[in-house]
């Protein structure tokens, strides 16, 4: 309840400091607020657009959360979400087979790639003690120059060299039933994937015995090791989780939202997902809440650019802002212990009211 608390509190600190950037440019906060929303919600087709920009951070988020939960920092999920898509990409391109089976193996082998290129800094982390912040920034960008290379080496584009070939359809995650539904969004499978995600995360996580073992290490490593559970190998495990949920962002991404590869580009899902995980309080439901926050934010801006004069550099602003807060609610979350701690002393400081009559 108190990280759900501390949560709230950052998103409308978040919104009050973004208002104020409005009042400072002459422009009515309400009014911006009003056509944002309306932007992300106003009817099906923008809904279905808000899931489907909300369905990569879900997964991101997840990723993060999840090595959180281990104390690990997993700051390389766009490197493991690149991966995750290229593999992905790559079965989709090359091989012609009946359409369940083709994503069936696409979004297995998505998820294997970013396992994979998150076992690497696990390993480092587990045998050498190599802080996993470093390895998996430098594993981003070699992450970044292997796409540089591939896309245009072995999956050029017809008209363009700096994106892949098309996906056709019967090897993307998108799916009529879902067009039509939400009036010709770009929604796809890819929002079930991370619906199914978020069920499993939360239920490895408070239910299994492998869950208990990953938070005891996240709390104290070297207690958990004197109690006998095999550290290194939950830290490994722990990264290889985290890697493949962000290895499926990346399917959800270049094979859902989008149905080629550009290069050049580190997707930024991968570090919005640490403010994801943050404002979600590593708590799967809450991230998959906060993912679609941020989805909110991210589909709305566009059309309160068009509707005011906000500009949409006041826009990103805005956003910034509140994943800002976010990544200082642990600080936020003091604050408000403090302040209960004091309230509760100052109850007990006072003490039970005695009437005169009662002596």
């Known amino acids: 309840m108190r990280h759900t608390i501390v949560s709230l509190i950052s998103i409308i600190l978040g919104l009050i400091a973004g208002g104020i950037l409005m009042l400072f440019i002459g422009s009515n906060p309400i009014e911006g607020y009003t056509y944002l929303l309306q932007g992300a919600l106003k009817n099906l087709e923008r809904i279905g657009n808000t899931l489907a920009t909300a369905t990569p951070l879900i997964f991101t988020g997840l990723s993060v959360a999840f090595a959180f939960r281990t ?64 390895s998996t920034i430098m594993m981003n960008w070699i992450a970044y120059w292997t796409v540089y290379y591939v896309i245009p080496s072995y999956f050029k584009g017809e008209f363009l060299e700096t994106e892949s070939k098309t996906l056709a359809d019967s090897a993307t995650l998108k799916a009529p039933f879902l067009t039509e539904m939400f009036a010709g969004s770009y929604i796809n499978l890819g929002l079930f994937l991370a619906v199914i995600a978020v069920i499993i995360v939360s239920f490895i996580i408070n239910k299994t015995t492998l869950g208990f073992e990953l938070k005891a290490v996240g709390f104290n490593r070297h207690a958990a090791e004197y109690a006998g559970m095999k550290v290194n190998r939950n830290i490994i495990l722990s990264m290889l989780i985290s890697g493949a949920l962000a290895g499926l962002g990346g399917v959800a991404l270049y094979t859902g939202n989008a149905s080629t590869i550009q290069i050049g580009i580190l997707p930024a899902q991968g570090y919005d997902g640490i403010a994801v995980a943050l ?38 602003t805005i956003i910034a802002i509140i994943i800002y807060f976010a990544a200082t609610s642990v600080m936020i979350e003091r604050l408000l212990n403090k302040f209960m701690k004091n309230r509760s002393h100052k109850k007990e400081k006072s003490g039970p009211v005695v009437e005169k009559g009662d002596s």
């Open 279 to 316: 404002l979600g309080a590593n708590n799967p439901i809450g991230v998959f809440f906060a993912a679609i926050l941020f989805g909110i934010l991210y589909s709305g801006t566009g059309f309160m650019n068009a509707m005011t004069e906000i500009p949409p550099e006041l826009a990103n």
């Open 71 to 134: 104390g690990l920092f997993n700051i390389g999920a766009s490197g493991q979400m690149l991966i995750g898509g290229l593999l992905a990409s790559a079965v989709g391109l090359t091989y012609d087979l009946s359409r369940p089976v083709l994503l069936l193996v696409m979004v297995i082998v998505g998820l294997i790639g970013g396992a994979l290129w998150a076992f690497i800094p696990g390993l480092l982390k587990a045998k050498f003690n190599v802080h996993e912040v470093v």
